[in-house]
């Protein structure tokens, strides 16, 4: 114990010491003692405030606080207020002076204790203590002996316990540091956590380590497999279904007819090591080969398309750690969203991930514990990537990451880390792993310039037409010719790319469309999955919740809402955002042709036929169900495509539908889905859908003039009353209403007010008063056929603006109380008008806090014109409340797309809108104003008012939060539009 008062390994850059050599995550029969529950815990405010002697079995901690562990101590608490310090959130920026490997003195360190029994029958002689995690640096004595000290955040720590571990009372002693030398390699993007955060063990251990080589030939369907054991004594090899039995290990054996692993068929022979002392270890098996082939990403011989995300491990109560039913719920989430693959960024996860990915079936990029992006605000000075004095630490990381993780046949790529720079210490990661494990790909994306030392061209955010160029192989050329021929003799990935932040990311089928059309683009993964918005309560006394982000917990530096950027609630409910990209990267297209009456179905599938998928059709009639039925699709291979003409059933339904003669838009919709059960979703889940409009809506009837009358104080026009002064419509009807008035205006999504890359467009915008903009009229004016009211929308100091006639024609219906008005509207820009409009549309308010919402058109989510891949057409049903998108930072959400039709009960009365012939439709309970102010939804409360926009257009969403923003067709410029909506009423 006389060393435990030494704390220079903190800012040791040092990985560690008296930690064993690395080895793979393994279950074995040997016995095992699990520590997981709760610890005595104390936080020290640094090392002036650290306990004397604490390690000392007979020290008395009666006094300590308990902590569970595995746990991060700053989420102890929550969602009420933390009670160990507090989480913070930063992007790039370490939170404390760049001064490696310097730390702050003011170290918030936890010093944990914690009591076991051990059996008589333990093998005490050849334990270890195992930690699978702990941030940042930590060190450790087992009944007051020193074992020794580590950093690695996320890579499993091993320590000889057989010295100190006796039958009986056990006292394990652990003192973690928030920050250390290790802090510097660890700046990835997430809140910074601390502690025990992953499982504690003593275990016994025999066998120490084993690598499972399972290689496939796909010309002559034969499988190879050898396993080097590293010791003690001999060891055999069991495989029942290949027919290996007490055999040799090493092999090789040579296997026929064996069924290769991949994402799709994800097939594990079930295998045994047995040691002559009786150990027992389970092994799960998959045969693949992963190369590059003429520049082309392939395994088992089959080019392979990654349909992938990023995925930080998250919980918004438990921080990083989680369950394994929350990672079963992850897994089991992407495959039911089309999601083939998986890249850990940026660290490796829990290993228990990857054995589901194994089981259900992911491509992995496995991620080195490794990000060094602070150092980028000062130019990359003493970025430690190429500093000779950290090569030790990234060695260490690299050799951790590999051989936990080497039997897992869903690694598919090693990755090195995310954003570090380049540097020597980089490469010599590179050229290890390559020495230990040439069976897999390295992959680097902060090496793009040259690719000198990774087997993948990466790049992140970059946009579709520069996507495309690298697809065709004619991207800009790198300054060293050798390294130019290399990279373009490489795949091409997008390690990152739709930033889904906030509503967004627009624009995924453009990318999708690109990867599609060139071989050498292997796909890529969208950044993120979840948002990582922690749990709280809005008060003391106000348990009203919501999700908290950067600078909620008063960090001084923060990156504020950047950390919700998932396709992900917090509480792991897909967004609109995942509901599109599952649409986008479905694996079998299917399109309608109906003026030929046939169906196509292509298979994108790289080795699995369309057969476990069942087709059925329905046909709709103004979004009513009129029939449907199974479709016959023959087994379509991969990469092949099936025509089928439409069978006599469906051809009946559209017959009936045609002759009905409702006038309403006929629909047919073709589904896949799974013919039976699979591991990751039950017979019935939806794969892919296609849709085709059949018959289209017949003509609406003109209007009838109906003469427009002044009063006192109102103008009358059928059933609707204007206000004589604003013209704005008061009445239709019975029904109390508020306008509508031009409106361009929206509460700014993260993608508006942020730019990674380019000037956020929320500067333009708010410098062309867009946000300030005053609604003047002109003049009102009624006549023998209508009224017409004609206004300009400026902003104070500024002389462009827009001119804007609203011509309104009505007649009363047959019944009493029924009344049927059209709105005509024609914007005219006036001056010079450089930016474009966030939208374009008119805006209305009626009484209410919620009402009925029935629209035909587009849904049932929201949709925006470059995020609407997902939208089908037909008739749906929801409450305002539940048309809200509830985005961690609130902003512009719940738009319908190009609705044809909507009919709103509020308590006062009964709206009709109808599209001539389409309108995009919001209806809130709050307005813009409120929605813009707000930072979190519990700041949003119904104002008493029905909040309805009726949109010609909306600017595009794009993934300018960190990335491009919409491509050129789908930004909304200001020119010369025309619109028009009709509204009708019922009692």
Same mark, same amino acid.
């Given at each position: ?31 095992? *003692? ?31 606080? *308990? ?10 608490? *929550? ?9 913070? %959130? ?154 290996? #039995? ?71 109560? /438990? ?124 992959? %680097? ?31 800009? !050329? ?15 990935? *997008? ?15 453009? %990318? ?97 036929? @369309? ?16 029939? @449907? ?39 047919? #919709? ?25 018959? !289209? ?127 005509? #509207? ?95 439709? #919001? ?62 009423? /019922?009692?």
């Amino acid at each position: 114990m006389n060393d435990h008062h030494s704390h220079a390994y903190v800012e040791d850059r040092s990985p560690g010491t008296g930690r064993l050599r690395p080895r793979a995550a393994f279950a074995s029969d040997l016995p095992v *003692l699990r520590l997981d529950g709760d610890w005595r815990f104390r936080l020290a405010s640094g090392l002036d405030d650290l306990t004397a002697d604490f390690a000392a079995p007979d020290f008395d901690d009666g006094a300590w606080d *308990l902590l569970a562990v595995p746990s991060c101590w700053q989420m102890t608490g *929550l969602p009420g207020e933390p009670r160990y310090g507090a989480p913070a %959130y930063t992007n790039i920026h370490y939170p404390f002076p760049v001064d490696p490997p310097r730390v702050p003195r003011h170290n918030p360190t936890g010093e944990y204790r914690r009591e076991f029994d051990v059996p008589d029958a333990f093998p005490a002689a050849a334990a270890v203590l195992r930690f699978e995690g702990v941030d940042s640096a930590f060190a450790v004595w087992l009944n007051g002996i020193r074992l020794g000290d580590g950093k690695g955040s996320r890579l499993t720590t091993e320590f000889d316990a057989a010295g100190a571990l006796r039958p009986g009372r056990n006292v394990l002693a652990v003192r973690v540091h928030q920050w250390s030398s290790g802090s510097y390699l660890e700046d990835q993007d997430m809140w910074w956590l601390s502690g025990i955060f992953r499982s504690v063990s003593v275990a016994a251990r025999g066998i120490e380590d084993f690598f499972v080589h399972a290689g496939y030939d796909h010309e002559s369907g034969r499988g190879t497999l050898a396993v080097d054991v590293t010791g003690p004594g001999q060891v055999s090899l069991t495989v029942p279904e290949l027919g290996i #039995t007490g055999a040799d290990p090493a092999g090789p054996h040579v296997i026929d007819g064996v069924r290769p692993w991949s994402d799709e068929n994800p097939r594990l022979y079930q295998g045994e090591l047995v040691a002559e002392t009786g150990e027992r270890i389970p092994l799960r098996i998959g045969f693949r080969t992963v190369a590059v082939v003429d520049g082309v990403l392939t395994v088992n011989g089959r080019p392979i398309s990654l349909r992938g995300v990023n995925r930080h491990e998250w919980h918004p109560l /438990t921080g990083r750690t989680l369950t394994g039913d929350t990672m079963l719920a992850d897994v089991l989430l992407m495959k039911r969203h089309n999601v083939n693959a998986v890249r850990t960024s940026h660290y490796p996860p829990d290993h228990r991930f990857l054995d589901l990915c194994d089981e259900h079936g992911l491509w992995v990029f496995c991620e080195g514990d490794l990000e060094t992006h602070g150092f980028e605000p000062g130019g990359w000075h003493r970025n430690p990537s190429d500093d000779p004095a950290w090569r030790e630490a990234y060695l260490d990381r690299a050799v951790r990451l590999v051989e936990r993780d080497k039997n897992h046949p869903s690694v598919i790529v090693w990755s090195l880390g995310n954003e570090s720079g380049t540097g020597a210490n980089l490469a010599a990661a590179a050229a290890w792993i390559r020495q230990r494990d040439d069976s897999r790909l390295i992959h %680097y994306e902060g090496d793009w310039a040259s690719c000198s030392y990774v087997d993948l061209y990466s790049r992140m955010y970059i946009g579709v037409d520069e996507l495309a160029a690298v697809g065709r192989g004619q991207e800009a !050329p790198t300054a060293d010719p050798a390294d130019d021929a290399r990279r373009r003799s490489l795949p091409a990935v *997008l390690c990152e790319y739709g930033h889904a932040m906030g509503n967004g990311p627009g624009g995924l089928s453009d %990318y999708q469309q690109v990867i599609e059309a060139h071989r050498r683009l292997a796909g890529g993964f969208i950044w993120e999955w979840i948002d990582h918005g922690i749990l709280r309560h809005a008060g003391q006394d106000d348990h009203r919740s919501f999700y908290a982000y950067g600078g909620d917990f008063g960090e001084e530096v923060h990156d504020g809402n950047f950390v919700a950027d998932g396709l992900l609630f917090p509480d792991r409910t897909p967004s609109p955002g995942l509901v599109e990209y599952k649409k986008v990267i479905e694996p079998v297209r299917i399109r309608i042709d109906p003026a030929a009456c046939r169906i196509t179905v292509l298979n994108l599938h790289h080795v699995r036929h @369309s057969g476990y998928l069942d087709f059925r059709w329905t046909v709709e009639d103004g979004g009513e169900p009129v029939g @449907s039925g199974s479709l016959a699709v023959p087994a379509t291979a991969p990469g092949a495509t099936s025509t089928v003409e439409w069978p006599a059933d469906l051809t009946a339904a559209l017959d009936a539908a045609r002759k009905d003669g409702s006038g309403h838009e006929v629909w047919l #919709t073709v589904t896949a889905v799974l013919a039976a059960d699979e591991t990751w979703a039950a017979a019935g889940h939806e794969v892919a859908w296609g849709q085709g409009l059949v018959v !289209p809506a017949a003509a609406s009837s003109p209007f009838p003039p109906a003469a427009a009358i002044a009063h006192d104080g109102y103008v009358a026009l059928g059933s609707a009353r204007f206000d004589t002064r604003s013209g704005l419509l008061v009445r239709l009807g019975d029904l109390e209403l508020d306008g509508p008035q031009l409106d361009v205006w929206r509460a700014p999504t993260d993608n508006d007010l942020l730019g990674a890359f380019a000037e956020p467009q929320i500067t333009a915008w708010r410098t062309a008063g867009l946000d300030r903009m005053h609604h003047e009229v002109l003049r009102v004016a009624p006549d023998e056929s209508g009224l017409t009211v004609t206004a300009r929308l400026a902003a104070a100091g500024s002389s462009s603006g827009l001119h804007v006639v609203y011509r309104w024609t009505a007649c009363d219906g047959p019944d009493a109380g029924q009344a049927r008005l059209r709105l005509e #509207t024609t914007v005219t820009p006036d001056g010079a008008w450089p930016v474009p409009l966030p939208r374009l549309g008119v805006a209305m308010s009626l009484p209410g806090t919620d009402a009925e919402v029935e629209w035909f058109g587009p849904g049932p989510g929201e949709a925006y014109r470059d995020s609407r891949t997902a939208a089908r057409v037909g008739r749906y049903r929801s409450t305002v409340a539940a048309m809200q998108t509830p985005y961690v930072r609130p902003q512009e959400n719940g738009n319908r797309h190009r609705v044809r039709s909507a009919r709103i009960t509020a308590p006062g009365g009964t709206l009709l809108i109808t599209g001539a012939p389409v309108i995009d439709l #919001t209806v809130r309970p709050w307005s813009t104003r409120a929605l813009a102010a707000a930072a979190h939804q519990h700041d949003l409360a119904p104002d008493g008012r029905l909040h309805l926009h009726l949109d010609h257009a909306h600017h595009g969403l794009g993934s300018a939060a960190c990335g491009p923003g919409p491509s050129a067709p789908d930004v909304l410029a200001a020119v010369t539009a025309a619109f028009a909506v009709e509204f009708s009423t /019922t009692r």
